[in-house]
């Protein structure tokens, strides 16, 4: 096989990182659920916890070609993957600076705990780099951002970020759950370390909960020495299940980048809508950046309704989409923000980021679009 960075991304999804079935010579990856291994005459001390499990290393060669990166960790969710990474590189005494706007469940962690481990953090005021250069301390070790952003689909340059860390020496995080590898890859704009949500486009099918880091094999062994101790890892059934998922993950975000761009479309000409956010559109306030650094807009949108029409009403009338929580599932789904992923936030402080009660974020599948517009149409009329 070719090396990896001279595949291309389907040939990656479905074969870097496959187990071959030397016994029995299968098409797909055996599945090794022992989590006791001999531990003499052996090339490695295989241990569940400790992440080198064969389905497990196998998993994060694929994860880490995707990204273009030296190496890869897999963790039991996405917030263990966020927490654990953070966790690594900052201690006592240090500072971090994170966007504007971010995912419920990262600020939360954030805000609920860094205290208790006496790391001081700061908020940007906007996703403009003049805001990010101002947060930057001397005891800063780590910028966080997250592009798109969660719900609201705005984009931060990733370039701007890139120089301003190297320039202060200071490591840089992105969580890169919304647009997935298939849309951007972080390390080409000069990011050190992507974080995932698994759960979402590289699961792809709403039955995984898993998180993903991608990033130098010096930055990987810095977050597996704390991770073992943490014991954020991940069972080999739903590794198997992952790997088998990703083979299909271009495919998928190609054909929901495609549908979610029709139908931001459509709802930007809706006059029962009052305002789309989807970074697609010629007028989200950050298109141009957006072309720059997306290979296509992604699944994500979030939208507005007019002024009368209650959020929820319309959400419990259709009949198709799925009011659902989570997103990246082949299923088009929607829910309220302020309801689910950004429900810890106070009404304050989900208004400091634009989180309108209003707002329903739109996870686009791959469905005919003929028929999701139809059962939003319907909705809308009831």
Known sequence: MKKTNKLGVNTICTHVGEIKDEQ??????????????????????????????????????????????????IFGSGMAAISTTMLAFLQKGDHVVLQ????????NFVVEEFDKFGIEYSFTKSLKIEDFKTEVKE?????????????????????????????????????????????????????DIMIHSATKYMGGHSDILAGAVAASEIHVERIWNLAKNLGGSLSDFTVWMLERSMKTMSLRVKHQSENALKMATYLEGNSKIAKVYYPGLTSHEDHELAKKQMKAFGGMLSFELVEGIDAMDFQRNLLLIKPSMSLAGVESTLLSPSQTSHALLSPEEREKQGIKDGLIRFSVGIEEVEDLIADIEQALEK
């Open 139 to 191: 005891n800063t070790k780590v910028i966080f951002i997250e592009t798109p952003s969660n719900p609201l689909l705005k984009i931060v340059d990733l370039n701007a970020v890139s120089e301003l860390a190297k320039a202060n020496g200071i490591i840089t995080m992105i969580d890169n759950t919304f647009a997935s590898p298939i849309n951007q890859t972080p390390v080409d704009f000069g990011i």
């Open 100 to 107: 504007e706007t971010l995912y419920g469940g990262t600020y």
């Open 24 to 73: 029995f010579k299968g098409a797909i990856s055996p599945i090794y659920m022992s989590t006791s291994y001999q531990f003499y005459d052996v090339d490695v001390k295989r241990y569940p916890r400790y992440f080198n499990t064969p389905n497990q290393e196998a998993l994060c060669k694929k994860i880490a070609a995707l990204e273009k990166t030296e190496a890869g960790l």
